[in-house]
């Protein structure tokens, strides 16, 4: 099979104008960078999202294999999050090596001992997953493999909607598009949006104040606000919430603790659930003052989405220990430890024990097999080949823990076209299938426990990172083959 479809470029380049206004007219969009604003206030440019033209193949099994280790997941992040224990025993690897880290487990401590106000949870989460085949492997016998997992500020629900929109309306639209290669029933429907509101529309719920808002914190000047707006907007038209959105800065100026219920109110309004896109990444913290509002927050009777805990166990650091033989066994039945342990790819620690020790002399002699990780978010952090072995060697023995080693998941090239800034780009790519979890628990049990739709995020073959908002990706969907 020839693909993406064969076609002129005349149809080619009405294709793409197609779905550059389908793109726009329906807020599949993001705001330009800071250099192109100058002639234009209030944030008022925008352009397209980038995007793939085609959805892009995925093996139906193992896309369905993703979904279905999602409930797990969620479950089994909701019980890591109340280990004090495993918290405990991360942040004394990480100590004094992660300054990041330290601080979100100084709010964890606190809260701990001052009590914790509020013992619902909120988890939103997204599992991301590349395939993988071994080298001069056929790329039929390619199987997921889980990157990581995240507990915070996982992006893109509401655009990966959208793309999944583009492509079954450039489908049903135009004859030209697809040349029979393709059918509706192989573009899965995707509603992470609503799943993702709907998820805060239960918490909302269950803190039990109709008149409560909710509040998403946002990091200032915002390029992706428009993921976030479509679930502001779906809260507000389907569930009669209202959402505001602040700053950490504007928390911390704005909002008020009840001394005795310790109600967070912003601007007047009481607060139910607090639902974070920022508080990921160091630079969410430039002072004290965006750490003082983190600590309001966790102090306070809102709902969060998540909490402290849930971010800490989202750790890379976690993420290694739970491949260590015995360790998922301690949450979940060996028949679930066996279906998630499946899809994990070789996770090592860099620390002083044999295996660490191990791993330092593999990653010195073989690092292009190996992806080096610290303790972060958002893209771009990860470091790969040659780098892995300037790194280790300006490293002391302690700063070297910060970190973990994975195996890379070697994923097969397949052809496809990216849209970036309305120019095409051609190539062999490799994509990354998300897979949103929203789990709610009321302090005592699962109240929600959902797959809340996916997101699949598409880049150049020769790329190394994956993230769209650090601009190495595209938002894409899969074609189930």
């Not at 209202?242 to 800065?249: A, D, I, K, N, P």
Request: hydrophobic share 40%; proline share 4%; with cysteine.
């Amino acid at each position: 099979m020839t693909y993406p479809p064969a076609q002129s470029d005349t149809d080619r380049q009405a294709l793409l104008a197609d779905a550059i206004d389908w793109a726009q007219a329906h807020g599949l969009l993001v705001r330009p960078q800071q250099d192109k604003l100058a002639n234009f206030a209030n944030h008022s440019v925008v352009t397209h999202a980038p995007f793939t033209l085609y959805p892009t193949p995925f093996p139906r099994a193992e896309f369905e294999k993703a979904k279905g280790l999602q409930q797990p997941w969620n479950t089994l992040i909701h019980k890591l999050s109340v280990d004090d224990a495993l918290i405990a025993e991360v942040m004394e690897t990480l100590a004094g090596v992660d300054d990041f880290m330290q601080k979100l487990y100084e709010i964890y401590l606190k809260t701990k001992e001052e009590g914790i106000m509020q013992r619902a949870s909120l988890g939103i989460h997204r599992c991301d997953y590349l395939l993988h085949a071994e080298l001069g492997a056929d790329a039929k016998t390619a199987r997921i493999q889980q990157v990581e997992f995240n507990t915070i500020a996982a992006s893109f629900g509401s655009l990966s909607t959208w793309t999944s929109k583009l492509h079954r309306y450039l489908l049903q639209a135009s004859e030209r598009y697809a040349g029979g290669l393709i059918n509706i029933d192989q573009l899965p429907e995707n509603r992470s949006v609503q799943a993702i509101a709907g998820g805060i529309a239960s918490a909302w719920k269950l803190y039990g104040n109709p008149h409560a808002r909710v509040i998403m914190v946002v990091q200032p000047g915002e390029r992706n606000a428009f993921d976030q707006r479509w679930i502001e907007y779906e809260l507000l038209e389907t569930h009669g919430i209202r959402l505001l959105r602040r700053t950490f800065e504007e928390i911390q100026d704005r909002g008020e603790l009840d001394s005795k219920s310790k109600a967070l109110t912003i601007d007047g309004h009481e607060i139910a659930v607090t639902y974070f896109r920022a508080g990921y990444d160091p630079s969410d913290y430039p002072s004290h003052k965006e750490w003082d509002a983190r600590l309001k927050i966790e102090r306070s009777l809102s709902i969060k989405c998540p909490t402290v805990a849930y971010q800490l166990v989202g750790a890379k650091k976690v993420q290694q220990l739970l491949a260590v033989p015995g360790r998922l066994e301690r949450y979940v039945d060996v028949y679930t430890a066996d279906l998630l342990r499946e899809s994990f790819t070789g996770l090592y620690p860099f620390d002083n024990s044999e295996e660490g020790q191990k791993a330092y002399k593999l990653a010195l002699q073989n690092p292009d097999r190996f992806v080096m990780k610290p303790q972060r978010e958002g893209g771009g952090n990860n470091i790969y080949g040659s780098d892995i072995v300037q790194t280790l060697k300006k490293l002391t023995d302690e700063e070297r823990t910060a970190f973990i080693l994975m195996e890379l998941i070697r994923s097969p090239p397949i052809e496809n076209l990216m849209v970036r800034e309305g120019r095409l780009i051609e190539g062999e790519v490799a994509s990354e299938l998300g897979i949103y979890g929203v789990y709610l628990n009321d302090g005592e049990k699962a109240i929600v426990n959902e797959i809340g739709g996916h997101l699949l995020r598409t880049k150049a073959h020769t790329t190394k990172e994956g993230g769209v908002a650090a601009g190495f990706a595209v938002i894409d969907s899969p074609l189930l083959v």
